[in-house]
């Protein structure tokens, strides 16, 4: 696509999601959310095969119809206390439409059809904006209505993504599909302190972005689309173990960085005495952890009969813009446990 | 009452849209619902809403786009199950009228003697607002490139099906 379009498109969809943060009456939130949707429809079907076409398609449905319930559940706010203020949630009705919106397009059981069938037609660059960047629009504004008002829809949708996150990767091939089922696992780790603490939720969401991010790019450059091209890519050795060792992390094994996002959310529900939904979680990501450990093996224990200049390859993107972004993410993959003492400001 | 029998119309228009099969019978629905939607704001007052909508969303898109969908056109545009659309509304219909029969007579429908209150809020947005126009404006320039990029796709012809 032309530069200067490209160029566009993505100034307008941080617009977009700027528009949604920085404002609170909730016209401009709807105004927002379906700027940053439609500016993305053709990054994302740039190339038009029919995979990336019905893709798009699909998700731009999806995004259109829970805009519009948004905007249609600010209105029986506005009936009854006479504002649009975002900070003012004053009908029951209300709080609970604009929540099943914001469910709708984070992804997040028992909404979560869309989100597999969505990144399994796309490029990877263009998974990352759909998996990372449109996250923080619906997020903020989930975390900002449970400043408000606490509700049990969150924790219910939270231990309902965790444990279809952790089962619904399990038969997959396709490594976006099963990147998709560990963002929704993921999401419900994230949502789940909503109920107690929303700003530490922030930090758990920032940690996802951060892990997702590494790791999207590395199989972007390495065109890792399925499980059977994990050990034939052409990635530097030193990438395949880094790769092993964030998957790691994203799923959330102690001594990485991956694991701040489950201690946390442990700690909390402890400290407030909820122990029974604990089990929920465990389960869940224990499940997800199997095929993390999946691709992990497939990439870097075994080895096919194969000939052997592909073990170790010296051509690889090297060069790309992606490589210094991916080696600053990687780390804080890695050490990010050292971060965990800024939790305890919130407690 | 017959406040009522005119949202269950521009319900009836809406419902056309989605259940048809070829987009003749769509845009026939939407040019009922943009009809009635009309005539619902005209009852509640709102007539300079009501005369933007039949002018500018039914005399101007709604005409380029049925143009645009004869072009796509189908050799035999039909409607799928009337019968089925006709049941569901009926039931529809008479089970809100049996439900909220109290609430449907309102004593401020059809004054239209009323203070024009939607064409004073509209110059707020040319005053305070104007950063609402701002935004509405780069958004239509969003929409329009998008809609440039889409259907140029990777040919140089001019319409071709995505």
Known sequence: ???????????????????????????????????????????????????????????????????????????????????????????????????????????????????????????????????????????????????????????????????????????????????????????????CVAFFIPEVSYLLFLFYILNNTAILLICHNGSLYYLSSLSKSNVVPITAILFSIALLSLGGLPPLGGFINKVIPLIVFSLNGNNFIIPFFLIGSLISLFFYIRIVFNTSLTLFPQHSLNIVSSRTGNSSLSQPIISTLIPITIWGLLLLPIFFLFI | MVFYLFMLLLLLGSTLVFYSLSPYYAALGLMISSLFGCVVLTSLGLTFLALLLLLIYMGGMLVVFVYSSALSADRYPMVSNLGEVVLLFLLLSFWVLFIFEDFLESSTLFNLLSPLNDLSSLSVLYDYGGAYLLVGGLALLVVLIVALVVSYGSSLLALRAL
């Open chain 1, 1 to 191: 696509m032309n530069r200067l379009v490209n160029a566009f498109l993505l100034t307008s969809l941080i617009a977009g999601t700027s528009l949604v943060i920085f404002s609170n009456h909730w016209f401009p939130i709807w105004l927002g959310l379906e700027l940053s949707t439609l500016s993305i429809i053709p990054l994302l079907s740039y190339t038009s095969q029919s995979r990336s076409v019905e893709a798009t398609l699909k998700y731009f449905l999806v995004q259109a119809f829970s805009a519009a319930l948004l905007l249609n559940g600010a209105v029986p706010n506005l009936w009854v206390s006479n504002s649009w203020d975002v900070n003012s949630i004053t009908s029951p009705i209300s709080y609970f439409i604009i929540t099943a919106a914001l469910i709708i397009k984070l992804g997040l059981a028992p909404c979560h059809f869309w989100f597999p069938d969505v990144l399994s037609g796309l490029p990877f660059l263009s998974t990352i904006i759909i998996a990372c960047w449109q996250k923080i629009a619906p997020m903020f504004l989930l975390l900002s209505l449970s400043n408000l008002v606490s509700s049990e829809i969150i924790i219910v949708c939270s231990i309902l993504s965790v444990l279809v996150g952790g089962w619904g990767g399990l038969n997959q091939i396709s490594v976006r599909k099963i990147l998709a089922y560990s963002s929704i696992g993921h999401l419900g780790w994230v949502t």
